[in-house]
């Protein structure tokens, strides 16, 4: 069995040294808010180039603090619009309508899968404050015309960058390319801890110092609340492993892309449409490798019967779920096309040449 992503074998490569690093939080009796943490908030910033980072609970509790802190330093307010993407998992949805803003959807480009900057500046009205910029399956999003509109209309740029960190667009890490960036370490993510964990990258002092209050019950100064806030807050024992994975993500990342270039390169099938290695292989990370086809049901059961595990990211696109019954009427036909057909095959940094080549097999034998 080819699973789609191994955990265990993932995070066992760094058994020793991971085992070392909870044991010394373990037997240290500082659980939060101590020196793994700011280790790591230290050496993340350093890795992705911004001044500020700052460790939180998970992926959307960073982008929720982002979108609260904008609202806190009067920046944003109720019922503001912040444009995302129409396919983007559900979690950047929720960051937005959970503090009141209203998400706009732009439909994404079909052979990128990420926000169509040609679509932005017909969806801005006097109430749009920002852009959710998704970084989707580990492929940036960016460019010159993206940071004009943002100028022209003053809004901020805000990242989604759970799926793409090492990613990078003209040598400017994502998570550097805009004013503020959600990370997810959820475990299976690029960079996964063992169990929830997320960060927020900015470059304002202000926004970043705003958030920590934020994430730690609205206070800076204990006993003392400047705001109704939250407790999302990174543990130590993550910190430390997120810290010791942290090392590695270049050359996992680096893996991951030349695995993807043996699937484009040798996967051929007519009914199978493939990513494209972007002209700057840096800019993907490859996150997950997804692919389309007609009758992508029975080609993912063709996958299983030959043992090999595929997901689909995702299912039903945000706009028909039932809990944004308002959306329900609305049509985006890209989403939609984009949720019926899409596959994501296995890739990770463990996945073993031989691996790789049985799934490849199994997909030019299909038909
Ligand atoms: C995983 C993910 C999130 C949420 O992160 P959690 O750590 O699971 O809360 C947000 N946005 C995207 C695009 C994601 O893939």
């Not at 959710?132 to 989604?160: M, N, P, Q």
């Amino acid at each position: 069995m080819i699973k789609f992503l191994d955990l265990q074998k993932i995070n066992l490569v760094y058994q020793q040294e991971i085992e070392d690093r909870l044991l010394s939080t373990f037997r240290s009796g500082w659980y939060l808010l101590g020196n793994e943490v700011s280790n790591f908030e230290n050496n993340l910033k350093n890795y992705i180039g911004t001044p500020q980072a700052i460790g939180v609970a998970n992926g959307l509790d960073a982008l929720r603090l982002i979108f609260r802190a904008y609202i806190e330093m009067g920046i944003m307010k109720a019922g503001d619009e912040v444009l995302v993407p129409s396919n983007t998992y559900i979690a950047s949805m929720l960051a937005i309508s959970d503090n009141g803003l209203v998400p706009v959807l732009v439909e994404p480009e079909m052979d990128t899968y990420n926000i169509d900057s040609s679509e932005i500046e017909s969806k801005i009205t006097s109430k749009t404050k920002a852009i959710l910029l998704v970084h989707l399956y580990g492929r940036v999003v960016f460019s010159e015309a993206l940071t004009t509109i943002a100028d022209k209309y003053d809004l901020k740029i805000v990242e989604d960058n759970a799926q793409a960190i090492g990613a990078s667009w003209n040598g400017l890490k994502a998570g550097n390319l805009g004013d503020a960036a959600g990370f997810s370490f959820y475990p299976g993510k690029n960079l996964g801890a063992l169990g929830d964990a997320g960060a927020v990258t900015c470059k304002d002092e202000e926004l970043a110092k705003t958030i920590r209050a934020i994430a730690n019950y609205g206070s800076n100064q204990k006993y003392i609340n400047i705001y109704k806030g939250l407790n999302s807050r990174l543990d130590e024992i993550q910190a430390g492993v997120l810290d010791v994975k942290l090392k590695y993500i270049d050359a996992e990342n680096q893996y991951r892309r030349e695995i993807a270039a043996r699937y484009i390169q040798e996967i051929n099938n007519d009914q199978i449409i493939k990513p494209e290695m972007p002209a700057d292989p840096n800019e993907h990370v490859w996150h997950l490798f997804v692919i389309r086809t007609s009758d992508r049901d029975k080609l993912q059961k063709h996958l299983l019967d030959q043992g090999i595990q595929t997901l689909i990211h995702y299912p039903i696109p945000p706009h028909q779920q039932a809990a944004y019954a308002e959306w329900n009427q609305l049509s985006f036909p890209k989403s939609e096309r984009i949720h019926n057909e899409v596959l994501s095959l296995p890739i990770s940094p463990v996945m073993t040449k031989e691996e790789i080549a049985l799934v490849i097999q199994n997909l030019n034998d299909y038909n």
